[in-house]
Structure formats: C-alpha cells, structure tokens
Nanobody, 115 residues
C-alpha cells in the first residue's frame, strides 16, 4: 500500500513562506496525480492544488493562485507545496493526496499563519 508522509508545517507570520513536502513510499509514484488539500477547524476539507502524474499540468484553487506552487520529483518520489505570501486564512492542516483509481492520504501537517 502507498504511504504518504507530510512535513514542513509550522508557525509563520503573515507574508511569510513555507515549503511542504510529501514523501511517497510504494510503487508507481509516476502513475499518480498528486494533490494538496487543507482543512481548517470547523470547515470542510478543501482542495488546494494538483499536479498530473508526470508533472506536465498543474491546477490551483482560486484562493491560492499566484501564491502557491505545487511540484513533484518523480525520481525522489516526492511532492511539494511552496507557499508564499501566507495569510491567516491559510491556517489549516495540510494533507497530501495520491490520486489514481484509489486514493491515499497522509497524516497531515499543521500550518499556522499568525502574528
């Protein structure tokens, strides 16, 4: 089975940056599209960004366009989310998702944006 482990979360001031990493363990990483989701307290989990299996296509939620960048390394078998110009409303637990016929989720990493 696929295992996903997120890292890189933490506390950052508004306007700051963080880079989240998602380490993929398992077979055929390059056959999975990868996504980042987030969930704030009292809110539903929302999709943030996605990247196609070979990295040729990226998509973003309107709320993060121009600020976040999703990427992947199919040799290292990892996905990343570079987050710039962070806002308090970005505060959430961020989850990595591997998407194929079945979906897999990591445990999440907390991102807190506060002064």
């Amino acid at each position: 089975q696929v295992r996903l482990v997120e890292s890189g979360g933490g506390l950052v001031q508004p306007g700051g940056s963080l880079r989240l990493s998602c380490a993929f363990s398992g077979l055929a990483f390059s056959n999975y599209a990868m996504n980042w989701y987030r969930q704030a307290p009292g809110k539903e989990r929302e999709w943030v960004a996605g990247i196609s299996s070979k990295g040729g296509t990226t998509n973003y939620a309107d709320s993060v366009k121009g600020r976040f960048t999703i990427s992947r390394d199919n040799i290292e078998t990892a996905a990343y989310l570079q987050m710039n110009s962070l806002k308090p409303e970005d505060t959430a637990v961020y989850y990595c998702n591997a998407q194929r016929s079945a979906g897999y989720w990591g445990q999440g990493t907390q991102v807190t944006v506060s002064s």
